[in-house]
């Protein structure tokens, strides 16, 4: 499957961006769908997931009650909405896909066999 990331841009503090991420060549409803982050010289960082029929979602602590994973399969997109941005959301962002991922799993780098290409989200203060 290839994914396609978009949406990044730059925004103030306390703003509020849309990514998208869309799913070309595969069935889209059998993966998994994931959020990433990634700065210079930082490890891949997780964000966001949501499961294959978006039952549920999971996020990490530091973006809970800001940002929103959702995802349509019948239009293969899958989207991160982000409100209320501070500057250390700044990064790159990738959406990655996994199929035979279990949930344990969902917010290692290592349960996705696929990636997208990154949009940069920048934060200013």
């Known amino acids: 499957v290839q994914l396609q990331a978009s949406g990044g841009g730059l925004v103030q503090a306390g703003g509020s961006l849309r990514l998208s991420c869309a799913a070309s060549g595969g069935s889209f409803r059998s993966y998994v769908m994931g959020w990433f982050r990634q700065g210079p010289q930082k490890e891949r960082e997780f964000v966001a997931a949501?499961?294959?029929?978006?039952?549920?979602?999971y996020n990490t602590d530091s973006v809970k009650g800001r940002f929103t994973i959702s995802r349509d399969n019948a239009k293969n997109l899958v989207w991160l909405q982000m409100n209320n941005l501070e500057p250390e959301d700044t990064d790159v962002y990738y959406c990655?896909?996994?199929?035979?991922?279990?949930?344990?799993?969902?917010?290692?780098?290592?349960?996705?066999?696929?990636w997208g290409q990154g949009t940069q989200v920048t934060v200013s203060s």
């Open positions: 949501i499961s294959r029929g978006a039952h549920s979602t």
């Open positions: 990655a896909a996994g199929d035979t991922i279990i949930t344990s799993q969902y917010g290692s780098p290592s349960g996705y066999r696929y």
